[in-house]
């Protein structure tokens, strides 16, 4: 069963979506730390003995979900990125793929969806953090459509799933795990993660290059990748710490000779507030930025 109206807002699909799930499903459970409570009024209403509020405790809110899995539970377990991802890896760590079980981890706010509360509430580092653990999928829905169907995915499937929801989307929603040809050309590969896919449409509207695009990065879908590559060259545009998924493209083209360019978050401390599109522009992730960035590196492939 879908959602019958999709909001625009991917937080507030988000709870939508999951208070849906919550009504399909017995074994499906909400522990979350305080954070967007009000997307959550009508599943504690409804299902008050499977939604569990921890308060500020988001250590504790890691080890209830990996507890609520240990009994047969299928836990959805949701704060800001910074403080799901970063300040409970431990128990992240410990809690479920050590221990064998599965959940669904869903991190808010983003690299800087939060950025007038500072570098507390930002977290660009969070699928390279997630990426030490084994096997963990990993999803960056691009707009509410996409929201709502991988978190439907994730809570179907086993294993250890983190949904990063932000409030930044795309023009356009593409159905199911893996690379979609978003375009096709004769130069360069450009594969767009997440969120930013219209930006990098902006930045190559008049480059004859391809434009591969994925909502959900991890497992990453090498084969698709190795079947469009034409020229040696590949561009990785993701929404949060560049070069993060660097290794998988190069692990993925292991055998064939490349160049790669990494755009993401830059690894330098933005001591200002401003807005999140001041922040994606100063990390150059806007088209203008990207095309700065993808000319400069094409014109040297050329010399």
């Given at each position: 069963m879908t959602t019958t109206t999709l909001s625009r807002d991917p937080?507030?699909?988000?709870?939508?979506?999951?208070?849906?799930?919550?009504?399909?499903?017995?074994?499906?459970?909400?522990?979350?730390a305080e954070i967007s409570g009000r997307f959550f009024?009508?599943?504690?209403?409804?299902?008050?003995?499977?939604?569990?509020?921890?308060?500020?405790?988001?250590?504790?809110?890691?080890?209830?979900g990996a507890g609520m899995a240990l009994t047969g539970l299928r836990p959805v377990v949701h704060s800001f990125?910074?403080?799901?991802?970063?300040?409970?890896?431990?128990?992240v760590k410990l809690g479920f793929p050590h221990q064998g079980v599965g959940g669904v981890l869903v991190?808010?706010?983003?690299?800087?969806?939060?950025?007038?509360?500072?570098?507390?509430?930002?977290?660009?580092?969070?699928v390279a953090l997630l990426d030490t653990l084994p096997d963990v999928a990993i999803h960056a829905p691009g707009t509410s459509a996409e929201t709502d169907e991988v978190l439907r995915r994730a809570v179907a499937a086993d294993g250890l799933h983190y949904v990063r929801v932000v409030e930044q989307t795309n023009s356009e929603s593409f159905s199911g795990p893996g690379l979609h040809v978003v375009r096709r050309g004769a130069g360069?590969?450009?594969?767009?993660?997440?969120?930013?896919?219209?930006?990098?449409?902006?930045?190559?509207?008049?480059?004859?290059?391809?434009?591969l695009y994925a909502h959900s990065v991890r497992p990453f879908d090498a084969a698709t990748l190795?079947?469009?590559?034409?020229?040696?060259?590949?561009?990785?545009?993701?929404?949060?710490?560049?070069?993060?998924?660097?290794?998988?493209?190069?692990?993925?083209?292991?055998?064939?000779?490349?160049?790669l360019l990494s755009l993401g978050t830059r690894r330098i401390e933005l001591r200002h507030?401003?807005?999140?599109?001041?922040?994606?522009?100063?990390?150059?992730?806007?088209?203008?930025g990207i095309r700065r960035s993808l000319?400069?590196?094409?014109?040297?492939?050329?010399?």
């Open positions: 937080r507030t699909q988000f709870g939508r979506t999951l208070t849906d799930l919550l009504g399909e499903d017995l074994s499906v459970a909400l522990v979350y009024t009508e599943a504690e209403r409804r299902f008050p003995e499977r939604v569990v509020n921890v308060g500020i405790r988001e250590q504790l809110m890691v080890n209830v990125g910074t403080f799901l991802v970063e300040r409970a890896f431990e128990q991190g808010g706010g983003g690299s800087f969806d939060a950025s007038r509360s500072g570098r507390t509430h930002q977290v660009p580092g969070d360069a590969t450009v594969l767009a993660f997440g969120p930013v896919l219209d930006e990098v449409l902006t930045a190559t509207a008049d480059r004859d290059v391809t434009v190795r079947a469009v590559l034409t020229v040696p060259d590949v561009v990785l545009v993701e929404p949060w710490l560049a070069g993060t998924s660097a290794r998988v493209v190069s692990d993925a083209l292991h055998d064939v000779p490349h160049r507030y401003g807005t999140p599109a001041e922040h994606q522009r100063a990390h150059g992730l806007d088209a203008a000319e400069s590196f094409l014109t040297r492939s050329s010399l």
